[in-house]
């Protein structure tokens, strides 16, 4: 099993619909999730972590942590045709110093 | 966060040759990161760069083929060597966040192409 897993898509979804990605990882003392945003020739953008287990809101992005299942999932809701990017999940783990291990990122369309 | 910087943006260069991608932050950092993103791929990580010591290399990468320098807290540059066409990426420099445990954020990347 790879470290960080994400289905690499498209995800195609309509606009004002609720937009959600998965990630799952493997259990090596994570300890920091993060989700990125990279728009095609750009650098990745931070756009939220979550350190504990349940729900963390900011703005129209929701991420939800399951530490017992092992996966992080990231919902956009009200989703615009802006949101159609890559996005790559992230996770630190002990076993690695901390560093962060990238999953392999999922396209996310949002068709208007 | 840290207003993140890099040259240069892009370039084209010859096999055999060797480019120098600089990375300059407006605040001093004590984390910097070298990454490459390979077309169509996902972020790897080339070395954590080290203020006064030597960088700490991921495996699969070497001193010699990607030297890195670290004179102070807010500079920091990856040469990449004796370059082949396998060598087109992105390369990325990120610094960790001030207060945030391993929150990185990521300079805007250098496109370099080998022919």
């Known amino acids: 099993q790879k470290e960080v897993e994400q289905n690499s898509g498209p995800l195609s979804v309509p606009e004002g619909a609720i937009a959600s990605l998965n990630c799952t990882y493997s259990d090596r003392g994570s300890q920091s999730f993060f989700w990125y945003r990279q728009y095609s020739g750009k650098s990745p953008e931070l756009i939220m972590f979550?350190?504990?287990?349940g729900d963390k809101e900011d703005g129209r992005f929701t991420a939800q942590l399951n530490k017992a299942s092992q996966y992080v999932s990231l919902l956009i809701r009200d989703s615009q045709p802006s949101d159609s990017a890559t996005y790559l999940c992230?996770?630190?783990?002990?076993?690695?110093?901390?560093?962060?291990?990238f999953g392999a990122g999922t396209i996310l369309r949002v068709k208007s | 966060s840290a207003v993140i910087s890099q040259k240069p943006s892009r370039d084209i260069c010859q096999r055999g040759t060797s480019l120098t991608i600089q990375c300059q932050v407006d605040?001093?950092?004590?984390?910097m990161f070298w990454y490459r993103q390979q077309p169509g791929q996902s972020l790897t990580l080339i070395a954590t760069a080290n203020q006064g010591s030597e960088a700490t290399y991921e495996s699969g990468f070497v001193i010699d083929k990607f030297p890195i320098s670290r004179p102070n807290l807010t500079f920091s540059t990856l040469t990449v060597s004796n370059m082949s066409p396998e060598d087109s990426s992105i390369y990325l420099c990120?610094?960790?966040?001030?207060?945030?445990?391993?929150?990185?954020?990521f300079g805007p990347g250098t496109r370099l192409t080998v022919l």
């Open positions: 605040s001093q950092v004590t984390m």
């Open positions: 992230a996770v630190s783990f002990m076993e690695y110093g901390n560093k962060l291990v």
């Open positions: 990120s610094v960790e966040g001030q207060g945030l445990t391993d929150t990185q954020y």
């Open positions: 979550i350190y504990s287990n």
